[in-house]
Structures are given as C-alpha cells and as structure tokens.
C-alpha cells in the first residue's frame, strides 16, 4: 500500500497542493482525475522525487518513503512514464541500451561493443516481451512511434523491480487501437501485483480502466471512488458542481444556403487521397477518423501550409489556390492547430501579446504599437472567451484549456470565414471542454467550422454532419441525425 498523508506544496506562498490524504493500493490501477490546475502534476512530481521538500509525508507498505530527489522512489520500485516520453529516453541510444540503461550507468554492463553482443540482443528481447514488444533491439530509439517509446518504458521499469508505475495522460496522442493495446499491458501488470496510477482527463478510460479513482479540485482531494463508478459524481468531483450537459444544442443558428468553404478532390502526397467535402456557415462539419487517417494534413493543405497536388477549393463561390497561411489569413480563413504550444502560441509570451498579435497591423498604423488599444483588444477578447488566468505571465503558465482558449481567441478580432480546428479539446479538462464546445457553436453562426478530432464522442456531440476518414480517404459524410458510433468506428477502421 501507498499512503500519502497531507500532502502539501506552495509555491511564492501559493498553494498547489493542501492536505491531500490518500491511499494507492497495490494490484490495482487508479485513476487521478482533476481539471487543469488542479494539482495532478505537483502530486506527481512529489511521488517522483521531483521536488526535494513539501509537507506531510508518503509511507510505502507502512514505512517512510524517502522522496528528497527523483533517484530515490525509483530505488523503491516506484517509476513514471511522462507525458512528454521523449523526456525518459536517450534517442540516438538504441533499444537495448535504453532498456538496459540502469545496467549501463552503473557499471553492471560494459562498451557498446558488449552491448551488441548476441547475449545482450537476447536480453533485451526477454525485457520487451511482457508489454508485447516486438522491435529489432538496435534500433535507434528515437526513431519509434509514441506508443513503442511508451512501452519501452514501461518495460525498462519492469527491468528495475517495478511496483508502482505512474502514467501522465498517457493515450492524448495515441490512436483507438493503440489505447486498447497499453490497456491491455496495464491490466497485465496490475493482474501481476502493479499498483499503477493512471493521470486522464477523459472519463470513459477512468471508466472503463480503473478500480479506484482520486479527484483533486483546487489542490484537495474533492473525492475518493471505487468501481463501478458513477461519472455524473466524478463530474461533480471534478467542477464542484453538477454538469447538466457535456455538448451544447445544435441547431440555434439557420445553416447557409450555399457553402461558404467547398472542397473538391484535394489529394496530398501519400495522406489525402481525393477528399470533398461543403462547408456552411450555421452548422459544424466534423472529420474524424484514426490518429494518422489524414485529418491534420487536410487542414494543413486549406490553410496553405502544404500545396495539394490536385484537387480544387472554394471560397463563397469563387476558385482560390492557398499558396501560404498569410493568403489564408488574408481570405478569412484560420487554423487553430493540433499542437498549441508549438504550432500555434508564443508560449513564452504573455496571454495578452498572444491574443493580440494577428492584430497588430491594425494597432500600428504609424508602426509602432499603440499599447493602450493592444491591452483593451487582448482584454476584449480574453473576457469574450472566459479565460482564467493572469495575463500578463507567460502563456506557458495557463492551464491546456485556457492555452486553447487564447489560441482560438487570437483569431477572433478578424471574424473568420473559416475557422480550421485540429483537435480542439486535446489535453483540455471537462470544465474547459465545455466553454470550448460553446464557443465552437457560436462561432459556427456566422462561419463555417470544421473540427479535425479523432474523438469519436466529441464528433457525435458538436457535429451536424460528420465526415469519416481512413488511410486518407473521405468514407462517408453522414448527417448527425444517422450517425451512430457503430457507425462511425466501423468507418473509421476501413469498413464499409
């Protein structure tokens, strides 16, 4: 048994975490669920040694835990696979040696020479086995997909008398196949005697996953459950109130009669293979399909970031070719992309500079900044789309939901004709899900709005129709009314 008892840690007097008592048995997998904000990350960064002082203590099977620096629960079984994997691997190492890197760095194995050694190679094979891993032992690590570099993980903590794994939104890239095939690993390990804690922010894997759940709200523990669960009390767990609705009402605002965005036959190297599909304004048309089906290179190709190699577009009518985003923006047509942080903020830069920046050619007519109308456009528009949060602070400070809220908001100064979403509620919790969800309605009044999301639920709740892709091409395009997800997954797989 793992037993945390009050748990605290502030930051500039700030508290993150206040009294959080708990307790994570072994043989089962619990969920840890809480908003963006609510202290996941610093509980999970306490169990891991991350931080080297913060109050109250943590005892494993009855003894005191020493968490003083991050060496210290691995030497106690207790390991982590992070968001960001790329973080718990040496990529230019191969698969063996980053399986057998403990052994490396503490002298038990020799030279890369040794390494490569047919003993080794075996090894390394006996290593992958229980997470079902079949890779060629040299190759390089950095060269494998997500979910290989996930289960590499997981088994190189096997490899170090693994106890107690600890995994941080694990399936927010992963594909539906791929989600089932580490569900399967981790009710192995848990069948085997692992205490697993499993970080989501999306309720039906807590559902479907997990024996136990936590919910942290505000840095407390708002609530303890066991299965079967009850998602209208997680929910209210979550928020501190009830969610009467998940998906706002479709149907407010009267679709227009000619489609605003037309597409006809886009093809795109080897990821988009004669796609058409209308877009009006009034409604929400949703693509959806398996990660890697060719959602996010269709947009990309509208906005101008990739040329189609055939195919034609319409803009109210009137053929265009997109030759650059600066001609999409130009025309009225934006992107707000999958990969905020990277794709689409200056996350180093204040929430306010962020959602101002498009505008600033509007507010330097003379070429310089006026910074009185900078700060009450950025203010506008932060306040339009409800987000929490200082900002003047780095944007990199703001919880995933209200990051998302200034990348959508940024556009907004320009009242899109065609506003491009990839993945709009990735990383995002319930409650700023929610506020997301309404804005996407509203917005689809007077433009034509097109969500890229792999999320089969999230298509079926804000969509009016829904375009299904696989392997590149456009299945079916079927009005929401006749859309089930039978329906949509049977699609979504490449069946007719």
């Excluded at 109250?56 to 030497?75: F, M, Q, T, W």
């Excluded at 037309?262 to 058409?276: C, L, Q, R, Y």
Aim: aromatic share 4%.
């Amino acid at each position: 048994m793992l037993e945390l008892e009050n748990i605290g840690k502030s930051f500039a007097g700030v508290s993150a975490l206040h009294g959080v008592s708990c307790q994570v048995p072994a043989g089962a997998i619990t969920g840890l669920l809480g908003a963006n904000g609510a202290g996941k990350s610093t509980l999970i960064k306490v169990l891991t040694g991350y931080y080297a002082s913060f109050q109250g203590g943590v005892r494993l099977d009855s003894a005191p835990l020493p968490l003083d620096r991050p060496s210290a629960p691995k030497a106690h079984g207790i390991h982590v696979v992070h968001q960001e994997v790329d973080t718990s691997i040496v990529p230019d190492l191969s698969v063996a040696e980053n399986l057998l890197l403990d052994d490396i760095v503490s002298g038990r194995l020799g030279s890369r020479d040794i390494l490569r050694s047919r003993r080794v190679m075996e090894e390394a094979r006996r290593v992958m086995a229980p997470v079902g891993l079949d890779l060629d032992p040299r190759s390089r690590a950095g060269d494998l997909g997500l979910h290989s570099k996930q289960l590499l993980v997981i088994a190189r903590a096997l490899n170090q008398n693994l106890r107690y794994l600890i995994l941080d939104e694990p399936t927010a890239s992963l594909s539906l196949r791929e989600v089932d095939q580490l569900f399967e690993v981790l009710e192995g390990l848990r069948d085997r005697g692992t205490g697993i804690i499993f970080v989501s922010l999306k309720l039906p894997e807590i559902v479907r996953l997990c024996d136990h759940a936590l919910v942290l709200r505000d840095g407390q523990l708002s609530g303890a459950f066991s299965k079967p669960f009850e998602p209208d009390a997680l929910v209210a767990a979550i928020l501190g109130m009830p969610l009467d609705q998940e998906f706002p009402e479709r149907g407010k605002a009267e679709r227009s009669p000619e489609p605003v965005l037309k597409v006809d036959a886009i093809e795109f190297g080897t990821m988009v293979h004669g796609v058409s599909f209308e877009a009006h304004a009034g409604e929400v048309l949703a693509i959806t399909g398996l990660v890697g089906a060719g959602k996010t290179e269709l947009l990309r190709a509208i906005y101008g970031l990739e040329r189609p190699d055939r195919g034609s577009i319409e803009l109210r009518g009137r053929p265009f070719r997109i030759r650059s985003p600066r001609q999409a923006i130009a025309k009225g047509i934006f992107l707000v992309p999958e990969e905020r942080r990277s794709q689409g903020l200056f996350i180093d830069y204040s929430g306010a500079w962020n959602l101002a920046f498009p505008s600033l050619s509007n507010l330097a007519p003379t070429g310089f900044v006026n910074g009185r109308k900078e700060r009450a456009l950025a203010h506008r528009l932060a306040a339009e789309l409800d987000v929490k949060g200082p900002m003047g602070e780095p944007v990199a400070v703001l919880s995933g939901g209200n990051q998302q809220k200034v990348a959508i908001g940024k556009w907004l100064a320009h009242k899109p004709k065609v506003l491009l979403m990839d993945e709009p509620t990735r990383g995002v919790d319930i409650g700023a899900r929610l506020d997301i969800y309404n804005h996407i309605r509203e917005l689809s009044a007077d433009a034509a709005v097109v969500v890229a999301t792999s999320d089969i639920d999230e298509a079926l709740g804000i969509a009016d129709r829904i375009l299904v892709m696989f392997a590149g091409h456009a299945m079916a395009e079927l009005p929401r009314e006749e859309a089930t997800r039978e329906t949509v997954m049977r699609l979504a797989v490449g069946g007719a």
